[in-house]
């Protein structure tokens, strides 16, 4: 299944045979301080930064009604974020993963988003639409 927006990740999610977990890192968007004038102008114009993790959660599939949901559970914490990136953490023999059992996924997430490896995360933007990086 091509997953081009939220909803296809929910429905992948809960189609599955195994119950899932998904585990979600909002990042926003940062002008590093040793930026040249020239990306300083991309990045006045809305293109280009570096991402920068800021807050993460995990939820199970029937924890969440939609997009719009978990954007407005983000909005609560106060953060600017520009992108969700999302993965999943599959369960075995019909058992669930827990939130202890995605605490280190979730922190391997981000610190791939820091290096910048982004493969095998989806990250969704502000309207819940996949998007490409780079």
Do not use: Y
Request: hydrophobic fraction near 45%.
């Amino acid at each position: 299944m091509e997953i081009s927006r939220f909803d296809d990740l929910l429905q992948a999610a809960r189609a599955q045979a195994e119950p899932q977990r998904l585990l979600f890192v909002f990042a926003g968007v940062e002008l590093p301080d040793d930026a040249t004038p020239a990306q300083r102008a991309r990045f006045e114009r809305g293109e280009g930064g570096a991402l920068v993790p800021q807050m993460c959660v995990d939820k199970a599939p029937d924890e969440l009604a939609s997009f719009d949901a978990l954007a407005q559970e983000a909005a609560q914490f106060g953060q600017k974020w520009a992108l969700v990136f999302a993965a999943a953490l599959s369960g075995t023999l019909n058992r669930a993963p827990t939130s202890e059992d995605a605490e280190a996924p979730l922190s391997r997430m981000v610190d791939a988003i820091k290096r910048g490896a982004h493969s095998g995360l989806i990250p969704f933007d502000r309207s819940g639409h996949a998007v490409r990086i780079g």
